[in-house]
């Protein structure tokens, strides 16, 4: 028997796809992209195969496990349970509930998982992750500028004369966006591409502009610059709407454009050029990705690059702004997380999250859970993330699969796959819900992370706190949907548009800054990174084909190839296809390497994600330095050289 069924994909992705799926036989044999979605319309990307490769993986654990002397140990989840909720007692009694680190992230974006934060602040408040390995610079940058962070609506980008994709490769990390790019060429928008390496997005560009890694801030200023002094700016706007636009100025001025052109790498002509045609084209937006915020300076970058849509007056027009992403879950209702009931709180931020568990004290972190995350392999400083998980006495991951995280795991709870659970999708790039159906019937005895914590809470007395459907829970959750136009029933049974995300933010000219008014930057710390020993920018990003450490299995046992110029091998004496070591001040990582004429010089790029138990770990080679602002990872800002 065939069937189909519709539901959402919840990987963290701007895209949000909706999905259909088809079953024969009670087995899901294909995942197509929704053609009567107005944003995804028909989309899916090249990684959806392996969804279901996943689900149905051999390696996929299906069981509870226990590590023991001989190896892990299958056991009911019962013996489970009881386990987890006994050291959790035994903790929080002792030591207190700040013993416990709850390490949640976003492996499966499902707003059920939000209830996740509910559970442990009813055992009084446990420690939590803090800060960010994604997004946190720039999402402080735009707040320093606008008060907030919105985005225009993708299709709104079919508006523009002109498009900036800075730093942002749709191919990659956001297919739904590729249609509308098109269709807006096809109307007549000129792109122009930021970025120091060579994408799959050049194919949707007139112009690449391949800057010095981590110097967009000195790119935003050149091309200030050139606005300002051939008057390409909106003097009304600027008057009425802005703050410390005299200040951004005599930035502006202590610089000369020579300076900025070798700072960036792009010659000042060139620069000229874009300035003239971004300043001349109306309207004209910036859509800006990860990569040039994963720096210390991340934030001061998004600062200037956000000057420049408030220089030209492209704020708050149709086919304008500076659009990075939405915050997925500002429409719920955040009662429902049960901060009430944590009497304490403590935070460890991500990327320091190696020194966070050594040094913690007071008490320190006696056991983690993790949820939806791979901290070992991804956090920055991975090796010493690791000897940090080692260290603590009871470390349970919930997980689908055995990854560098599960080999410091004592215990390890086996997960539904979104494939196989129900919820709701809120996008972090477009204003539409989506509702996530159990599409097959589980493999194993795999339960959903909200079961899991309900088994617990029984266990340990709050069970009537937690207890509940996933209906009832996205009830709650959604009623300052509800309490408006949209029923429980209508999240539930198709895709929704969020009419309370403006489609153009900032409309009205107001910002939700103190001022309300757009606030210029007044300073610029930033740097050029340079380090002599380690001539390499160490540009470890997302990979066209997974998602962060979702490797599918026939890329995992290969060696990680390291994209390099020729010049840049023939410097170390190598050449391609030869096997080297990539050297940062705090590891080396054995790479494969491919030879490439369209890269920088001074640059080596690798796709992020494998496993350091299969030989490969990009984030051996990071260290953990944490953002000026945003509490953010710095991953890009690494240095390396290599060696034979
Ligand atoms: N296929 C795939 N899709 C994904 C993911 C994945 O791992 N694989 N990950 C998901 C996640 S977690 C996220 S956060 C999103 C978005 O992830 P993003 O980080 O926004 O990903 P990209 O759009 O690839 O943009 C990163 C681009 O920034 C460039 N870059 C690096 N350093 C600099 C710099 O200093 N300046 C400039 N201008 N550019 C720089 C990189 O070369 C790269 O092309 O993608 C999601 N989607
Ligand atoms: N070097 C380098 N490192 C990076 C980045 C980079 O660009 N370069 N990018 C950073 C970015 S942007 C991000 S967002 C982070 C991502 O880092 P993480 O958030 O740790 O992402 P993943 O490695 O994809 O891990 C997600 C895990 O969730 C599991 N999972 C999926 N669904 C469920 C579920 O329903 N329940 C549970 N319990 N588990 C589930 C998956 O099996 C997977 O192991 O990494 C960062 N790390
Ligand atoms: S593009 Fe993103 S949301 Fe769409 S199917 Fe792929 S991973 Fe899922
Ligand atoms: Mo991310």
Redesign the pocket.
Known sequence: MTKTVLTTCT????CSCSLIAQVVDGRLVHLSGNSDHPVTRGTV?R?APSFIRRLYSPERVLTPLRRTNTGWQRLGWDEALDAVADRLQRYCATDGSLAVLHYQRWGNLNALKLLNYRFFNLLGGATTNTGAL??GAGVAGQIADFGAYQSHSPEDILNSRFVFL?????Y???ISQVRFIKEARERGARVTL????P?A?NRLSDRHLQ?R????GFLALALAKVLLAEHLIDRDFLAERTQAFGEFSRIADSYTLEQLAQLCDIPASVITEVAREYGKSRPASIWL????Q??SHGAA?FRLIDALGALSGNVGVPGGGVSYMLDPFGHLDPSVFGQDSAKKSRGIPMPLIGKGLLESENPPIKMIMTFGGNPVNQSPNSQKVKKAFEKVDFVVVVDQFLNDTAEEADLFLPATSFLEEEGLMFSYSHRWTGPVNPVVGRQGEVRTDLEILQGLADRLGVGQEMNGSPRYWLEKLTRPLTRGNLSIDELLAAPQLLTQIPAVPYEDGVFPTPSGRFQFAEEVPIQVTSDSAYPLHF?C????????SQVPANHMDELPEAYVHPNTALGAGLAHGMEATLRSKIGGLKVRLEVDARQREDTV?LY??RWMKAGGGANTLTPDVMSHQGDSATY?ETMVRLEL
């Open positions: 990987r963290d992705c701007p990307c990684k994604c997004n800075w730093g942002r490769n749709p990659t990390s956001n930021v970025d120091p390496i994408t997005s800057l890694p981590g110097s967009d990705g990860g990569g040039p994963r720096w970058s540009l990003i997302h990979a066209p084909t997974w998602t962060n790029l992020q994600g890009y």
